[in-house]
């Protein structure tokens, strides 16, 4: 069977009171995301690109936020799982291509250490795993500093 891409998108709005989580780590900021979940917007936006290069839908299909199993949950747990469904479907990953979207904070310094938990979540190469980091040059709610956004394309293959 030929090789199968997926693409996931997730944005969530800073919030008081809560602890920053991206890439199953725990970042050093004053806010974090707003979400049903932990709101880690690069592991939601991989679980949405696995999932679609599956043909598996999506993760709110998957793990729905009307769910209360489902609140404040690790998203590293809904990685895990969303991995064996896909590898239940015959899958495998070959590689992910990332990106964060953030103004603040600065992200660079900790991508060594989310690459490593993802592929330790995941059971993969860390080198299957990219993640990169950029801004908006202050334009959008980004810019703004209201959130973060992340990006994510998957290869998979049978």
Same mark, same amino acid.
């Given at each position: ?6 693409f996931g ?7 008081e ?7 199953g780590?725990?970042? *050093? ?14 592991i939601?936006?991989i679980? *949405? ?5 599956a ?7 998957q ?6 199993a ?8 809904l ?12 899958y495998?990953?070959?590689?992910i *291509?990332?990106t ?18 993802l592929?330790?979540v ?5 080198? *299957? ?11 959008g709610?980004?810019?703004?500093r ?13």
């Open positions: 069977m030929a090789p199968r891409v997926g998108f997730d944005v969530h709005a800073f919030a009171g809560r602890d920053l989580w991206l890439g780590i725990k970042i *050093d900021h004053p806010v974090g995301l707003l979400g049903h979940s932990d709101a880690d917007v690069l939601h936006a679980c *949405d690109a696995l999932l679609g290069a043909n598996l839908r999506d993760i709110g299909h793990f729905p936020p009307s769910d209360d489902y609140k404040d949950i690790d998203s590293k747990i990685l895990r799982q969303t991995m064996k469904l896909i590898r239940e479907a015959g495998e990953l070959c590689n *291509d990332s964060i979207v953030a103004e603040q904070p600065k992200l660079n310094p900790y991508i060594p250490l989310m690459q490593k938990t592929s330790d995941m059971d993969v190469d860390t080198n *299957d795993i990219s993640i990169k980091a950029t801004t908006t040059e202050r334009l709610f980004t810019g703004r209201e959130g973060i956004a992340a990006y994510a394309t998957v290869l998979i293959t049978k």
